[in-house]
C-alpha cells in the first residue's frame, strides 16, 4: 500500500470514528433534551388534572385536557399493590384518550410509586400493529370526588412515537451528512496527501534517473523537510563517491603497478624460450608460467578497463549494424575454422562507440569460440526506436541455473575448466557496463548441449549526415 493511500485511509478512518462519536453525541443531546420536555410537559399536566378533578370531575377531565393525554386516577390500596398490577385497580377517573383502555404499571413500577411517591416509567398500550409506548408519570394524590376524599395515584402519560420519529429522522439526516462530509474529506485528502508528497516524489525520480555514478540531487529552495532530506542523500552520496572514487584509485594503482612485472616476466620468458637452449622439462615449465602470465595480464588489463567503467566517456555516433557484425566476423574468420554468418537489415544504424561495441561483440564471439561453438550467428533485428543484436552460437551451452550470475564479475560457470581457456570471468561484466553506459541492456538464453544465444539491444539512429 502506498504512503499517500496509508495517509488517506488513516484521515478517513479518523474522520470516521470522530463523526460517529459526534452523531451519538448529538442524539444524546437531543434524545435528553426532548425527554426531559416531555417529562416537564407531564409534570405540568399531573398538577393540571389534579386542579381539574378537584374542581369538577370527570366533565371538567374531558374538557380540559388535550386529547393527546392519557391520565387516570386509580384507587389507592393500602399495602397490597399487586391488586393494582395486575388489573389495573379500580380506575376513579379516566381521560378520553384511554377510551375502553387502563394504564397498568408493572409491580415494581408500582412498589417503587408507593414508596416514593412518584415514578417514570414505560407502558405499552395495546393497539392494532405495534403496541403504542408512552412515557408515563405516577404520583400520589388526593382528590376530592361528589365530596369523597379519594386517596389514589394518578398516572399521567404521553406517547413518545413522535419523539422517537424526530430522533430517527435526526439519525437519518446525520448519517446522510457524515458521508458525505467523509467523501468529500476523502477527496480532499488525497489531493492534500498528494500534493504534500510530490516533493518526495520529485527526490525519488531525480534519484531514479541519476545514472549510474552518484551525483548530488538538485536541492529544493524551500526550508522544509524535503530540503533537509535531499541535504541528508547528498551528504551520503558524497560520501560513497569518495569511497568509490578510493576504491576505483586502489584498483586503477594495483593494476598499473602489476603491468609493469608482468611486462618483464613475459618479456624474460619469451627471450628464455626463443634463445636459450632448454631441456623438455625447462621448456613446458616456461611455457606454463608463459601462459599464466599471460591470463594474468589479461586479467590485470580487464580490471583496468572495469574499475575505469565509470568514468568512461561514451561519444556515441551512428554506427551501421552491418558494417559492425562485418569486421567482427573478419577478426575471427582467420583464426576459427567453423562458420561464421553475418544478417542484418541494410539500412539499420545505431547510435554507439564503434571501438566499444567491437570490444563487446569480439568478446561474444570469443566466449562462443571458447565454449566449442562450430557455427557462429551474428544478426542484428529492427525494433524501431532500438536495435537488437544476437550472437547465437551451437556451442555447448550454460546450464539455466548459471543464466542469472553471467554478468556478475569473476563469475565463471565452470571455474577449473574457465581458467584453463584464459577467462578472467570479468568479460561479460565488462560488456554488461559498456551497454548500460550506451542506454542499453543485455541478456542470455541457452540450452545445454545446443547453444546458446546473447542479445543486446541499444537505442536506434538514423543514418550519418553526408560528408559534405
Ligand atoms: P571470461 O572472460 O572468462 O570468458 P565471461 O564473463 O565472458 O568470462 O563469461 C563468464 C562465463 O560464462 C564463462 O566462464 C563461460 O563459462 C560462460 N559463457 C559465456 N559465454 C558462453 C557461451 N557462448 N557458451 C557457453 N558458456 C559461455
Redesign the pocket.
Known amino acids: 500500500m502506498t504512503l499517500r493511500t496509508r495517509i488517506t485511509l488513516l484521515t478517513a478512518g479518523l474522520l470516521f470514528v470522530t463523526l460517529l462519536l459526534l452523531g451519538f453525541a448529538l442524539e444524546g443531546l437531543l434524545r435528553s433534551f426532548l425527554y426531559r420536555n416531555l417529562r416537564g410537559e407531564l409534570l405540568e399536566a399531573s398538577n393540571q388534572v389534579v386542579r381539574l378533578l378537584n374542581l369538577g370531575g370527570q366533565a371538567l377531565l374531558e374538557a380540559g385536557l388535550p386529547p393527546s393525554l392519557y391520565a387516570e386516577v386509580q384507587l389507592l390500596p393500602e399495602e397490597n399493590p399487586s391488586l393494582l398490577a395486575r388489573e389495573g385497580g379500580i380506575s376513579l377517573q379516566r381521560s378520553p384518550a384511554l377510551g375502553s383502555q387502563r394504564l397498568v404499571l408493572k409491580e415494581p413500577d408500582y412498589r417503587t410509586l408507593l414508596q416514593a411517591g412518584e415514578v417514570w416509567t414505560e407502558v405499552g398500550l395495546p393497539r392494532e400493529g405495534r403496541p403504542l409506548s408512552l412515557l408515563v408519570y405516577g404520583r400520589k394524590v388526593e382528590v376530592s370526588l361528589g365530596g369523597t376524599v379519594w386517596k389514589g395515584i394518578l398516572l399521567v402519560g404521553k406517547p413518545t412515537e413522535d419523539l422517537e420519529a424526530t430522533l430517527a429522522q435526526f439519525a437519518r439526516i446525520y448519517a446522510g451528512t457524515a458521508l458525505l462530509v467523509l467523501f468529500l474529506a476523502l477527496l480532499l485528502a488525497r489531493r492534500l496527501v498528494a500534493r504534500a508528497l510530490e516533493p518526495l516524489e520529485w527526490v525519488a525520480r531525480k534519484a531514479e534517473a541519476m545514472s549510474a555514478r552518484p551525483e548530488p540531487l538538485p536541492e529544493p529552495e524551500t526550508e522544509d523537510e524535503v530540503a533537509a532530506l535531499v541535504k541528508a542523500l547528498n551528504g551520503m552520496l558524497s560520501r560513497l563517491q569518495e569511497a568509490f572514487e578510493a576504491q576505483t584509485r586502489f584498483l586503477q594503482d594495483a593494476s598499473h603497478e602489476l603491468r609493469t612485472p608482468l611486462t618483464a616476466i613475459l618479456g624474460h620468458v619469451g627471450y628464455l624460450l626463443r634463445r636459450t637452449p632448454l631441456t623438455e622439462a625447462q621448456r613446458e615449465s616456461l611455457e606454463v608460467v608463459k601462459r599464466e602470465a599471460e591470463r594474468m595480464g589479461k586479467l590485470v588489463s580487464?580490471l583496468l578497463d572495469l574499475s575505469q567503467s565509470g568514468t568512461w566517456r561514451i561519444e556515441p555516433v551512428p554506427l551501421r549494424v552491418l558494417d559492425l557484425l562485418e569486421e567482427v566476423k573478419e577478426e575471427f574468420a582467420k583464426s576459427f575454422e567453423g562458420e561464421i554468418r553475418v544478417e542484418a537489415p541494410e539500412g539499420l544504424y545505431v547510435r554507439g562507440d564503434p571501438d566499444r561495441l567491437h570490444q563487446v561483440l569480439a568478446?561474444?564471439v570469443?566466449?562462443?569460440l571458447?565454449?566449442g561453438?562450430r557455427r557462429v550467428w551474428l544478426r542484428a533485428f529492427d525494433l524501431g526506436d532500438k536495435a537488437v543484436v544476437r550472437?547465437e552460437?551451437d556451442?555447448?551451452?550454460?546450464p539455466e541455473e548459471?543464466l542469472p550470475h553471467?554478468?556478475e564479475r569473476f563469475?565463471?560457470?565452470?571455474k577449473a575448466?574457465?581458467r584453463e581457456?584464459?577467462?578472467?570471468?570479468?568479460?561479460?561484466?565488462?560488456?554488461k557496463a559498456i551497454l548500460e553506459a550506451h542506454g542499453g541492456e543485455i541478456w542470455?538464453e541457452?540450452e545445454v548441449g545446443k547453444?546458446?544465444a546473447?542479445s543486446f539491444s541499444l537505442p536506434a539512429s538514423g543514418p550519418p549526415p553526408p560528408p559534405r
Open positions: 580487464d568478446n561474444l570469443s566466449n562462443a571458447k565454449a561453438a550472437v552460437d556451442g555447448e551451452g550454460i548459471h553471467l554478468f563469475y565463471r560457470v565452470d575448466r574457465d581457456r584464459g577467462g578472467s570471468g570479468l568479460g561479460l561484466a565488462i560488456a542470455a541457452s547453444g546458446s546473447f
